[in-house]
Each structure stands twice: as C-alpha cells, then as structure tokens.
C-alpha cells in the first residue's frame, strides 16, 4: 500500500514513510491510495478472531513494509497493557449498545491508537538507526495517551506541554507520575492556546525542527486512525449474527480521527447504516452536515473538553474524498476559508454528505441530564463525552438498526462532571486511586518559547 497527501504534492510513499512523515510534507495529509475491500464472506470468516488477530487481518492491509510475524508481535504488545481480555468490550444497556473503548492505561479511548504508534515508532527508528524527539501540547487526553504509548520505548524522547493547573486532576497525574527519563512534563502558566502557540512556534523554527528530529503525536498521523479502524469492526461482529445487518455507529467528535476510521470501515464495506456525528456545543460539523453552513466559530469551554474544537484536523481527509480526490478543489476550499472562515459546498457534495453522516448537537444541560437518566435506568456511568453520543443516539437513529455508541472514556477520569450530574460521587478504579500516592516529575514555566525551548535543548536523547 502507498499513500498520498490530500494537497497532490508528494509521490506516493511506503507506510513506514507515512508515519515517520506524519503531516504531510507539502502540508496536507496523508491516504492510503485505495481502501482493500473485504467480502461479506470475509468478514464472516473474522467472527471468532480476537481483539488482536482481527487487528492484525484489518491493519497488515494497510502495511506491506512490516514483516508478518513483526507486526503481529507489534500489535500483540500494543494491546496486551488493556485491562480487559477483549480490549475493547461490548456491552448491552437499554437495548442501545456501549463500545468500551477506554480499558486502556489513560483510560480514554485515545490508548487504541497511541500504544500501537509508540511501538510502531520504536521498530521503525531502530531499523533505521534513528532517533525522535516528540514535542506536543494537550489539554489532557492526548498528552497523557501519548506520555504511555512511548514512555522507556528506545529512541524515542517526549515532552508534553500541558496547561499548568488547566486539566482534570487525574489527567495531571497520569502525565506527572511516569517515572521514565524518556518523558518530560512542562507545565505552562498559561492556557492550553498558549501552550499550543509554543509548540506550533517550535516546528516552525525548520532548522531547529531539523538539528533535534522533532515529531508530532497529534491525531493527523494515518496509523492512528488506522488503528481505530479496527473496533469498528470488532463491534460489527460482536452485535451482528449471520444475518448480515447494518449497524450504526454514534461517535462523540473533536478532531475527526474516530469517525473518519468508521467511514474508512464503511468504505472498506462493513455494513455500517448510519454514521451519527455527534458534537456539543462546540457544533460547525454539526452546522456543516444539517444546515451546509461551515463557518468558524469561538471555542466554548464545555463540560466535555476533549470535543471542544473548531477546526478538526481529520475533516481535510474526509473533504478529499468528498471532492472526488481533487486536490485543487480541497485547496480552493481551504483558501476560502482562510480569506472568508468559511468553505462553502455545492448541493450535489452536500447531498453526498448526508448519505455519509447525519449529526446533532447536545447541549451541556442535556449531557448532564443523560447521565443522570442513563444512570437511573440501567445503573450504567457514562462519561460526559459518551453522554453526549448516546444522547444523540437516542434522538436520532433509526430503531430499524443496532446502535452501537461509542464509549470514549472512562467516567472517573471526568468525575467532577459526573458528580455534577448525578450529586454524588462515582466509585474511583484503584489504577485512578494509586496514582495519588505517587511521586510526582514536572517543570513549571512561564509561556515563553524560549525558555522552553531551552530546557528541551538540555534535555533532547
Ligand atoms: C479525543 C477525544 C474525543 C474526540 O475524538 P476525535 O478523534 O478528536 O474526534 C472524544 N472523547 C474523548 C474522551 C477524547 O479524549
């Protein structure tokens, strides 16, 4: 398999390229070529596979550079520090279906993809004899997803920024409490914006991004999604029988990785009925898809953060598509929105829009309302950005098919808010519990890039 960028400016690379690219050099991002098919006969035949064979079938598609035996080891590690036997469970409440994506060490479900990267990275660099530097800014779930998906691996630095004070209790921890000499915390006093300037400011310094091997773990690198693409198919088969049913999928969205791997499942012919995108009030994707109105807004501090974007990354790769794979079309589209903060569609692409997606927006007042009711009704937690989900779950896909929702974290890594919700507390896992007892590593520093940059400077592998 090769893969491309959306702005038509590289000649197709292998996949071990494609991630050490990440972005795309000519600054789009990057495809694989085509999408394999699989066959209803396939995909019957996957039925009985684990969590970890049914990964290696999906992703090996997407590979060709990686011996067999490697990468199924490779994928065999990423997933094996899960808490759950079946990685990623499906459970059944209230006849609508729960995907448990966040039985992985950070307890969200940005664990599938981040393990899998880190030890895709730590194979590559050492065929290659390389080292990497990764520098990232988060307002929590990313950073500390990644902090575990490298920490101890070889050749392999990170320093996440994080605002200082900014995040959820436990995120802190899970970030602060790794004991690796290859992980580096900074603490900005500042605002998770300015922490994002520091970094943006970094990579763009080309020579100094040169010198130290500098690298991204943001959610634009394609083995991420491609990670994703996998429990997509996972929870087909576990709420599936023979009769080929199509099932629909509901997917709390930030940046667009996660949905964007259910419409590459789709593509590769899972019988998926609805895709539902489901926003807060953080809603241009929602605004986008129900009203063609994609015009940028200010970012509203919600009670689910990790949905509160404007601009997601992931959606170039799905305009891409939706423009025919014409990168001239994409680029005129993003200069429109750089002079105008709009893109605008015909009505044949939004016709098409609406065959892939159906979307709504929930507002916080609902969110906290669904968990309450979830609770009552089936004695079930959501987390705030599940809520959200089923929520639009629950007011907008058909009954005529399974609804699968997407459970994108664990609820006691947002226990405030599920506290708010409910008016008490939610019982604590001990893996949460632990991490208060622990020794605790970070530098505090003001939001000034060169300060930063010194300190990475002393302390680059
Ligand atoms: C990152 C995140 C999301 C959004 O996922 P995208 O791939 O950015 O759309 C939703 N919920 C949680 C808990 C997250 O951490």
């Known amino acids: 398999m090769r893969y491309i960028s959306t702005r038509g400016g590289i000649a197709p690379i292998s996949f071990k390229d494609a991630v050490m690219m990440g972005l795309a050099s000519d600054g789009g991002l990057l495809l694989p070529q085509s999408y394999p098919s699989v066959s209803s006969e396939e995909l019957e035949s996957w ?16 590979v060709g550079d990686i011996p067999e035996n490697d990468l199924r080891n490779l994928i065999k590690r990423s997933y094996s520090t899960f808490s759950h036997p079946e990685v990623t469970p499906l459970v059944k409440k209230n006849g609508i279906y729960i995907l448990e994506l ?13 393990q899998f990267l880190g030890n895709l990275f730590e194979h590559i660099l050492s065929e290659r ?14 950073g500390s997803a990644a902090i575990h998906g490298v920490r101890g691996k070889k050749g392999i630095t990170i320093f996440i920024l994080h605002p200082h004070g900014k995040t959820s209790a436990v995120q802190a921890l899970q970030m602060t ?3 690796d000499p290859n992980v580096h915390n900074i603490a900005v006093n500042g605002t998770f914006d300015d922490c994002q300037d520091i970094v943006k400011e970094l990579f763009g310094d080309l020579d100094f991004k040169e010198k130290y091997s500098l690298g991204a773990v943001n959610s634009i690198n394609w083995a991420r999604v491609l990670a994703q693409v996998v429990y997509y198919f996972y929870a087909w088969l576990r709420a599936t029988d023979e009769a080929v049913s199509p099932v629909s999928f509901s997917v709390p969205t930030g940046n667009f990785g996660d949905i964007f791997a259910g419409y590459v499942a789709k593509k590769m012919g899972l019988p998926i009925d609805k895709l539902l995108l489901a926003t807060n009030e953080n809603n241009i994707l929602t605004r986008f898809i129900n009203d063609s109105d994609y015009s940028l807004g200010k970012v509203v501090a919600t009670v689910s953060p990790s949905m509160d974007i404007q601009i997601a990354s992931n959606f170039e790769r799905y305009l891409f598509h939706l423009f025919n794979n014409d990168s001239d079309r994409l680029k005129k589209a993003f200069t429109e929105l750089k002079e105008y903060g709009r893109i605008s569609c015909s009505t044949d692409e939004m016709a098409r829009v609406r065959t892939d997606f159906c979307s709504s927006s929930v507002d916080q007042e609902a969110t906290l309302q669904e968990i309450a009711e979830f609770y009552t009704e089936t004695g079930y937690l959501l987390d705030p950005h599940t809520a959200v989900g089923v929520k639009a779950a629950l007011d907008l896909l058909p009954d005529n098919s399974a609804k699968i929702c ?5 609820p006691a890594k947002f226990s405030e808010t599920v506290e708010l ?15 208060y007892g622990r020794q605790t590593r970070c530098e505090i520093m003001d939001a000034d890039i060169e300060t930063v940059r010194e300190f990475i400077v002393t302390h680059i592998g």
């Open 421 to 435: 919700a409910l008016g008490f507390k939610a019982p604590v896992p001990a893996s949460v519990t632990e991490l």
């Open 102 to 114: 966040f039985h992985g060490v950070t307890l969200a479900f940005k664990d599938v993809a981040l």
């Open 406 to 410: 997407l459970a994108t974290a664990h």
């Open 177 to 179: 409490s790794v004991p």
């Open 129 to 142: 004899n390389q080292k990497l530097n990764i520098i990232g800014a988060t307002s929590g779930d990313t």
């Open 47 to 62: 039925r009985n596979l684990g969590y970890t064979e049914l990964a290696f079938e999906v992703i090996s598609r997407y």
